[in-house]
């Protein structure tokens, strides 16, 4: 990809050149759909519906029409009298934690009184530290053959210390978000099926020999995401039979029901757009995690702090463009941790090139 060498210093950085950029224009629309009084205001339900919509389309209909969903398997087993790609048993399922991410992606951002930059901070924060237990599981089953470098091991600690310093933080006089049950729902959602899915991710890394054209990782982002797809809508239609057919009037689902039959005349289509930004950096982020020879800590460092720098970039975009909040001062100091333990993920690098 971009005519890169694979597993080199120079495709690293495109892919995180690609996943900054449109995670910015990610968080920037989010913020100016849901805050810019003066702009097309969605409710939190419509933008939910119309990015995830944009998200999927995008990238389900690329894996598609570029065929990536062809896996060169290692083992094929019988399964109801069809033989199929052992890989599938674990892909498959790492789709469906993939589609419980999407929405709770989302929604993360869309709670009232949570900045841009710490519903990220939270968000990656949590899956560094998923990143390093991955490793360190996978390393005692003998799946990882790597070791994690104490450059590495650093960056964790800079990484969560930029978590914990807004863990509690107070923002415009709201409480915590740690008071909130509903955040506290969505967010450990998130945090569980992430720590599946970067397992399966490794896992499928980890047991393919370096050199094999088997390492396939557009194979395993396209199955994963035709299974996330499928999932989605079987959900999206379960909510919408729960509604029409069976009166259910829960809130959030009668939202979405409202949203899905009753489009916002003349401004949907914005909402869906800008969701296939959130498409793009899937593309990105699942080549972020599943680079090749780095620990699943290295990627998952990688991967978190740089949409970190997107989240402060988007928050002072929204400020300067469209009169937001700029960030406070601990906002500040947890970017000065974040690019810390970028310099240590560097130092860590430049040792990982001279031992090789």
Known sequence: MFRAKE????QLLQFCAGYFTFYVITGLTVKYFLQYSDGPHFAGMENLVYSTFGGMTLATGTVIVLRWYKLHSLKRVQIAGFSVPQELLYII???????????????MYSFKGISVMVAMLLMRGSVII???????????????????LWEENVAIVFALAAVFINLFKQEDGKESMFSSIPVMVVFSLYIISYAIRIYIMNYYKNTRKVDSK???????F???????????LLAT?????????????????????????????GWWYLGVLAGMAFGVVAFFSVFIFMFKGRT??????????TSLIAGTVSTLLF???????????????????????VGFIAKGENRRKSLS
């Open 222 to 232: 396209a199955i994963e995401q035709l299974s996330s797809t499928t999932f989605i």
């Open 237 to 265: 239609i379960t909510v919408v039979l729960l509604v029409k057919q069976f009166g259910f009037d829960g809130f959030r689902e009668v939202a979405i029901v409202d949203t899905i039959f009753n489009p916002r005349e």
């Open 319 to 341: 400020a300067l463009l469209f009169g937001g909040h700029f960030p406070q001062l601990l906002d500040w100091i947890a970017l000065l941790l974040i690019f810390t333990a």
């Open 296 to 305: 699943a800590t290295f990627s998952g460092l990688v991967n978190r702090l």
């Open 93 to 107: 399922p790492s789709g469906f934690f993939t589609a419980i991410i999407i929405p709770t992606t989302t929604l």
């Open 214 to 220: 088997v390492n396939n990782n557009k194979a395993f």
């Open 130 to 148: 998923i990143s390093r237990i991955v490793d360190s599981i996978q390393i005692r089953q003998g799946i990882l053959k790597k070791s994690v």
């Open 7 to 10: 597993g080199s210093i120079a």
